[in-house]
């Protein structure tokens, strides 16, 4: 939760239904403002094209089919990564809180790994894998990992001790005892390292598709460039925004599904 | 330690728990013909217990008897061995020397615990934190049941749906004792109990833990730092100092007790005057 959203408004000053619209007032302001410079000239169409331009290239490149063909193949690759480097840093992030051994076996290795910037693997993975899918699932699946292995690790470490006391005195097996106290307790956290990585997913996607691909929303932005189609690059800019915005959204959805025992998730 | 020691209970127990009637109405007479049928509480004996950390020796030989059914408080100074004595009698922790044994073969379910903490798990609803205590018997069919009569008996059945986190500090606690008590125990340890409560929930609570402990028979014993909550509750107040049990004290005054009254508070003051002097000493 960021900081605005604890900070609650006094109850009179809180209309519900324009609650959910104030969040995209900037936003909107923003495209007002940059039409309007647009139009008057003021930023030359060269430097920036108008928003109704970047729609109009939108509208032909939807008509075309190319945009959501380029759309669909980034956002498969942002999923397929996701999953993978997300379910080996789940993976290890769980055996390693849980089990010493598996914790003194890799973690300094995973934490050495950890401080290799992974976009400076991209020359060796083109070497590797060319610029076929595999080199883009990897270096999303790399850069997924680690939030959410250190993420999951923390919060599996972090569960009260107490809470699981209790539940060894009211006679739980081990594996109800992770399923009753040590993931839900964990899940804060797990939820933490999700949104972390959702972010460095679409980071490593956009460096991984300029530089390297054949079909995607980089290679669309990059191809643009070389025909100085400057509206497409704009637009393939603003969808990764809104497809950003979009996975944040879907994980906020899930944190107040699982998370509504959790006092920052209740009604106040 | 006392794993060994709990094996099987007779069959009939296990049917009539399994007999309950969910209704609250008819829980006070049906108690009574189960009180009449089996007794409740388990006696307890102890014999040169000793228990160290490091190499410092917290409890020094105790030996103490304690019969089915006694309420038995245990205070001290901080330090003296009082909530260690406490989680080896729940079997929380392992001793060096000497044996605790309840007369006969126990099941875990058959001794509970309550912390000064309630531990309630946040993520799941004051119905299903009761249901924790079932222990094995968590997935059977009536464990709903028994939890929901478990929650009216410490009169938060309104509050089944809540999540723990809305509960003021003595709800919660009464949720932690409707955990104990779901799996009807026949020795209940309460560490400090109600130390973090403020002053008037903490009468309310000694009333119910007295309630609760008169309907259902179960050996009580309870840690604590305050003296008159000690002798209000208990039918003896043992002091421990330095490992050993120093003083015995027997309350003999009815139930139900008032609480202030002359009786009861120069039992207090002597109790009091115990500690003090072993405070001195050091």
Not at chain 1, 12 to 31: H, M, N, T, Y
Not at chain 1, 63 to 77: C, T
Not at chain 1, 136 to 159: D, E, S
Not at chain 2, 75 to 93: F, M, N, Q
Request: neutral net charge; contains cysteine.
């Amino acid at each position: 939760m960021s900081l605005i959203d604890s900070v609650s408004l006094p109850r009179s000053f809180r209309l519900p239904r324009v609650d959910g619209l104030i969040q995209w007032i900037v936003p909107l302001a923003i495209i007002a403002i940059w039409q309007v410079a647009s139009v008057t000239g003021f930023v030359p169409t060269r430097v920036l094209p108008a928003p109704s331009d970047v729609v109009l290239a939108g509208w032909k490149l939807l008509l075309s089919g190319e945009l959501v063909r380029n759309i669909w193949v980034s956002f498969w690759r942002a999923s397929i990564g996701f999953l993978i480097g997300g379910g080996i840093g789940f993976a290890f992030g769980l055996a390693n809180g849980l089990s010493q051994l598996s914790a003194k076996l890799t973690d300094t290795t995973l934490q050495m790994v950890r401080n290799v910037p992974h976009l400076a693997l991209i020359p060796l993975v083109i070497l590797w894998f060319g610029i076929d899918e595999s080199a883009k699932l990897f270096l999303v699946a790399l850069g997924v990992f680690f939030p959410i292995y250190l993420n999951t690790l923390h919060g599996i470490r972090t569960v009260d001790p107490q809470l699981i006391e209790m539940g060894r005195i009211y006679g739980m097996t081990d594996s109800e005892l992770f399923r009753r106290v040590i993931f839900p307790g964990a899940l804060p956290s797990i939820f933490v390292g999700i949104r972390f990585a959702l972010g460095i997913m679409w980071l490593t996607l956009i460096v991984a598709e300029t530089i390297a691909a054949s079909s995607g929303l980089g290679y669309m932005a990059m191809q643009a460039r070389e025909f100085m189609l400057i509206d497409v690059v704009v637009l393939s800019i603003l969808i990764y925004a809104l497809l950003g915005k979009l996975a944040d959204s879907a994980s906020r959805v899930l944190e107040r599904l699982t998370l509504s025992w959790h006092p920052a998730f209740q009604k106040r | 330690m006392q794993t060994a020691l709990r094996t099987t209970l007779p069959e009939t127990e296990l049917a009539s728990r399994a007999n309950f009637v969910p209704q609250a109405r008819v829980v006070r007479e049906e108690r009574q013909e189960e009180r009449q049928a089996q007794t409740t509480g388990l006696p307890l004996s102890i014999r040169g217990l000793r228990k160290s950390f490091v190499d410092n020796e917290v409890l020094r030989g105790i030996d103490l008897h304690i019969p089915a059914g006694q309420f038995v408080a245990i205070v001290g100074k901080s330090g003296c061995g009082k909530s260690t004595l406490l989680r080896l009698i729940a079997g929380l922790e392992k001793f060096e020397a000497g044996s605790i044994s309840f007369g006969q073969d126990v099941q875990p379910e058959d001794i509970r615990v309550m912390f000064q903490e309630p531990r309630l798990l946040p993520w799941a609803r004051v119905l299903a934190n009761v249901e924790v205590g079932l222990g094995r018997d968590r997935s059977s069919g009536d464990a709903h049941a028994r939890a929901e009569k478990a929650l009216t008996e410490v009169g938060l059945a309104d509050k089944r749906d809540q999540w723990p986190s809305v509960l003021s500090g003595g709800q919660k606690q009464r949720v932690a004792l409707g955990r104990a008590l779901v799996s009807r125990p026949r020795v209940l340890a309460f560490d400090e109990p109600l130390g973090a409560l403020d002053a008037l929930t903490r009468i309310s609570m000694q009333r119910l833990l007295e309630r609760v402990w008169r309907d259902q028979g179960f050996t009580a014993i309870l840690v604590t730092h305050d003296v008159s909550e000690a002798v209000a509750l208990a039918d003896r107040v043992l002091v421990i100092d330095e490992g050993r049990i120093a003083h015995d004290v027997t309350v003999n005054a009815a139930r139900p007790r008032e609480r202030g009254s002359a009786e009861l508070a120069s039992l207090e003051g002597s109790i009091l005057s115990h500690l003090l002097s072993a405070e001195d000493r050091t």
